[in-house]
């Protein structure tokens, strides 16, 4: 269990797509302006990677090498093609609003190298903890950039109202350069927790010669 749980945290701390790997940019930052945008996307990312991910995890001994690849994007494309038709049938405002980038999920950098650098390597219950955690994390940053984005930017927060309306609207925040601005403060924060924390890492228990093993058991 312990596994399994370092595999899902992986995605959400030590390997997290949007903070970590800075893979998939492009439509995080164009469909943050609003957060109910941000959780449909994250969500719509992290079905079609889970499902893409199992298939490939279950027949990976059966996809011939030379052909991994269009096997891979047909796989995903299927996926795609389901949870844009979906959003089209039961959310169609959701669907217009994110428009072209659900059907571009087949090309999101993060599903390709998920695929191929985890699923199609490891078994079946592996992936499903890897699916969620890259895209819980996935989510997560997009729906936090999203929140701020929307209530600077227009004062509302899941469309409601949170900010008076004599409360000035700083437009710049639901622009393409306050999507950087905001991810960039989030990196920021991201790196400044993380440099906060090693140092108490590396001064722990174990850490420094004195409290080290040799690897072969013995002293020098």
Do not use: W
């Amino acid at each position: 269990m312990r596994r399994y749980f370092s595999i899902f945290t992986n995605g959400l701390i030590r390997e997290n797509p949007l903070l970590v790997l800075m893979i998939g940019l492009c439509s995080s930052l164009a469909v943050t302006t609003a957060v109910s945008y941000g959780i449909g996307m994250g969500l719509s990312m992290t079905f079609v990677l889970l499902m893409s991910e199992i298939v490939i995890s279950l027949f990976r001994k059966l996809i011939p090498e030379s052909a991994r690849i269009p096997i891979f994007i047909i796989i995903i494309a299927a996926f795609t093609t389901v949870i844009d038709y979906l959003l089209k049938a039961y959310s169609p405002e959701l669907s217009a609003a994110m428009g072209v980038f659900i059907p571009l999920i087949v090309v999101n950098c993060i599903i390709m190298g998920r695929v191929e650098g985890f699923a199609s390597k490891n078994p079946m219950p592996d992936v499903v903890f890897d699916a969620l955690g890259m895209g819980v994390g996935y989510t997560a940053v997009l729906t936090g950039i999203a929140a701020i984005r929307e209530l600077l930017g227009s004062g509302t927060f899941l469309g409601f109202r949170i900010l008076p309306e004599s409360f000035p609207q700083l437009l710049f925040f639901i622009l393409p350069p306050g999507g950087f601005f905001v991810f960039g403060l989030y990196i920021a924060a991201d790196l400044a927790i993380k440099a906060r924390l090693k140092p108490a890492a590396d001064t722990g228990p174990g850490a420094g010669s004195g409290g080290g093993h040799h690897p072969y058991g013995q002293a020098d």
